[in-house]
């Protein structure tokens, strides 16, 4: 049973361009949430999408955005890169109708803004 | 008000001694407090959690201490071993329909020695 695929798993841009980072929730799984991990920090909550809409969203720019498909998966987008961009980006699904607070993080995409 | 305050920050500890991570909270609506635990190049995964209505939780060499009075919690690692050498985040939520988002601590690097 897959758990939480992330994609791509590294990458690296610059100042200003745009970026999209992909994930695949666990199989079973219909809520996915993003959180950005600086080096040396715990994660931060972005925001959560469920029924293909934002349920709740951290205290972020509007130049993250993001969307989930029927299918689940989920992407995250980040406008106007800045160097504090810089984090490991960790989606994590959960099914919620259960109630469960159980979340299954992927193993992140670690992005480099130069 | 939405903090979770962790430490100690980095943590060594000899093989077979007791692994002792502390965590406190301010928000009094938290209700659900897991610990996760991330080893290099992973996503956080779930070790154990608590609600406030028991003091203690214990999962074979893992136990959670809760202070509901004190708003703090601590993580207890038995018989510490070099395997348990990690990061562990505490975290708490407010859990309600739709409201899965985590607020973690800062993390504590633990390193178990022979």
């Known amino acids: 049973d897959a758990g939480v695929t992330q994609s791509p798993t590294h990458l690296i841009k610059t100042r200003g361009q745009q970026v999209t980072l992909r994930c695949s929730p666990k199989?079973?799984?219909?809520?996915v949430s993003w959180y950005q991990q600086a080096l040396g920090q715990g994660p931060q909550f972005i925001f959560q999408?469920?029924?293909?809409?934002?349920?709740q969203r951290g205290n972020f720019p509007d130049r993250f955005s993001g969307h989930q498909f029927p299918n689940y998966s989920s992407e995250l987008n980040v406008n106007a890169l800045l160097l504090g961009d810089s984090a490991l980006y960790l989606c994590?699904?959960?099914?919620?109708?259960?109630?469960?607070?159980?979340?299954?993080f992927g193993a992140g995409s670690r992005l480099t803004v130069l | 008000q939405q903090q979770v305050k962790q430490s100690p920050q980095s943590l060594i500890v000899q093989k077979g001694g007791i692994s002792i991570i502390n965590c406190a909270y301010e928000?009094?609506?938290?209700?659900?407090f897991p610990w996760y635990q991330q080893f290099p190049g992973k996503g956080p995964a779930l070790l154990i959690a608590?609600?406030?209505?028991?003091s203690e939780k214990k999962e074979g060499r893992f136990t959670i201490s809760f202070n509901k009075s004190a708003k703090q919690f601590s993580l207890h690692i038995m018989d510490s071993q070099p395997g348990d050498s990690a990061t562990y985040f505490c975290?708490?939520?407010?859990?309600?329909?739709?409201?899965?988002?985590?607020?973690f601590g800062t993390g504590t690097r633990l390193t178990i020695i022979p």
């Open positions: 608590i609600r406030p209505d028991v």
């Open positions: 999408y469920y029924e293909e809409e934002e349920r």
């Open positions: 928000n009094t609506a938290f209700d659900y």
């Open positions: 975290a708490a939520t407010a859990r309600n329909f739709g409201n899965e988002k985590l607020t």
């Open positions: 199989s079973g799984h219909d809520t």
């Open positions: 994590a699904s959960t099914f919620l109708p259960t109630g469960a607070n159980v979340l299954t």
